[in-house]
Structures are given as structure tokens and as C-alpha cells.
């Protein structure tokens, strides 16, 4: 365990020094996530006005409702999405060999990969995380059944989010082209995943798909414990499914480096073996 902090140190320190050490940086850090936000909002605020609109979706006849349930979406895609950057940055390591050398250090491999996720997450989103926090709480959009919720939110949020980071990082020992990832993991996530819309609008085959991400139920556990004051009870079911996620995922994770290794050891394609 302690072996695995000192990696996920070290790996932080390198990503900050490498992207995030610039005053710029986390001035961007909460614009993009607000300008996105607002564009959301603006795009989606003509469906207010759409006959018999209050039956079918209760929350877009209220804007403080429809902000809210936008701003939880967005918020939950920028823990995800920027994963999906830190895994395309990571891609870069392939080409400049740097990650030849990580892997020929005594570093664990699964540790390296988590580090790598967990390290972009904290500083893509601390800043945004704290606007959310303090926007939710000056606006009254919070509706909590108990003060457990918070933490029930936060740890369903951010456990899926880190473990989804490592297995991207691990599609990346099979190839140096990762901009898949940005064709594969930017519109289609927040499409069927219900950032912007909810889910009950969808067909369902996308419904289907979208129950294979776990974001989709990280933003049905956030808001319904935070927006909609569900109990623990009544969240149950997307809570057990994101476990089952996040265990399937993990062990894809490490069965993936072990392959993606043994695979490079063979062919000869890292540039060390």
C-alpha cells in the first residue's frame, strides 16, 4: 500500500509539473466547465415552452430544475471526460518511450495506471468541485434525505471515475494512436449516458448501451441523492450495478497490462524489449 501512494505521488507531481503548473491552466480549469454549462442550459432552455412539457419531464418546466439536473450532468462528465484527456496524454508517453522506462521500473504496473487516472482527475477537477459545491449550496438546488447522501455521491462519482481512467490507460499498452478514445468517448458518452437528456427519453437500445458506462449510474446515484432526496434504499440497484462495474473493470484492467506486456515482450513494439 505504501508502495502504491509513493507511485501515485510521483505520478501527480509529474502530471502538475507537466500541465498543470501554469496560472492559465486553472483559469481554464472552471471557464470550459461554465461555458459548457451555460451552452447547455441556452440550448436546451426552448424545450420550457413545449406543449404538455410538465407531464412527460417535470424538471425542464422548472429552469432552477432543468439548471440543476444540466449542472449535475456536466459536472459528473468532466470527472469522466477528463480521464478520457489523461489517457490521451498518457499516449504520448508511448511515443516518447517514457513509458518503456515506467514500465521497466519496480513501479507496479496496475499502480502506475491508477496513479495516472487518479493523479488528472484531482487537478482537472478540484476547482470545479469546489464552484459546484459552493453554486449548489448559495442556490438551494441540494435536497438531501440524510448528510450520509454527500458521501454516498461523492464516493459513487469518484471510485467509478478513477477506475474507468485505469482501464483506458490500459488500452494504451496495445497502440500509440489513443485519438479513438476522443471519437469513441466524447459525444457518445454524454449522449447515452443521460448528461443532457434523461434517460427515460431514450430508445431502449441506448438505454442498454448507456448502462455499460459507469457513468450513467454514477449520475442516477448523484442526482437522486443530492437533487431528489432519495434514501440509501432507493439506490440500491445503480449502486450494486457500479460495484459490478467497477470490479469487471478493474480485473479487465489488469488482465489487459498483463496481456498488452506480454504482447510488446513478444513483438518487440515498445521500443526497450
Known amino acids: 500500500m505504501r508502495h502504491a501512494l509513493r507511485v501515485i505521488a510521483a505520478e501527480a507531481l509529474k502530471q502538475h509539473r507537466r500541465s498543470f503548473g501554469r496560472p492559465l491552466v486553472v483559469a481554464s480549469m472552471l471557464l470550459w466547465p461554465v461555458l459548457q454549462l451555460a451552452a447547455t442550459y441556452y440550448t436546451m432552455l426552448p424545450v420550457l415552452d413545449t406543449p404538455g412539457i410538465a407531464s412527460r419531464w417535470p424538471d425542464a418546466a422548472q429552469p432552477a430544475r432543468l439548471l440543476a439536473f444540466l449542472a449535475a450532468g456536466a459536472f459528473a462528465y468532466l470527472f469522466y471526460f477528463s480521464l478520457v484527456q489523461s489517457a490521451w496524454h498518457f499516449s504520448f508517453e508511448r511515443i516518447s518511450g517514457t513509458i518503456e522506462l515506467l514500465f521497466l521500473s519496480p513501479a507496479s504496473r496496475l499502480a502506475l495506471v491508477f496513479a495516472n487516472g487518479t493523479g488528472a482527475l484531482v487537478q482537472n477537477t478540484w476547482l470545479a468541485g469546489c464552484f459546484a459545491v459552493a453554486a449548489a449550496s448559495a442556490g438551494g438546488a441540494l435536497h438531501v434525505a440524510h448528510p450520509g447522501m454527500y458521501a454516498v455521491a461523492a464516493l459513487a462519482l469518484v471510485v467509478p471515475a478513477i477506475v474507468w481512467g485505469a482501464f483506458l490507460n490500459s488500452l494504451l499498452v496495445f497502440s500509440r494512436d489513443s485519438a479513438f478514445l476522443y471519437t469513441l468517448l466524447d459525444d457518445p458518452l454524454w449522449f447515452v449516458s443521460g448528461v443532457r437528456l434523461p434517460l ?74
Not at 233 to 252: D, N, Q, R, V
Open 200 to 273: 427515460f427519453a431514450m430508445p431502449l437500445a441506448i438505454k442498454a448501451v448507456g448502462l455499460a458506462f459507469p457513468l450513467t449510474s454514477s449520475l442516477i446515484v448523484l442526482r437522486g441523492a443530492l437533487l431528489d432526496a432519495q434514501p440509501l434504499s432507493a439506490l440500491l440497484e445503480p449502486l450494486a450495478l457500479l460495484t459490478g462495474l467497477c470490479a469487471l473493470l478493474f480485473a479487465a484492467t489488469a488482465a489487459l497490462l498483463r496481456l498488452g506486456e506480454a504482447r510488446a515482450q513478444r513483438t518487440g513494439s515498445m521500443q526497450l524489449y
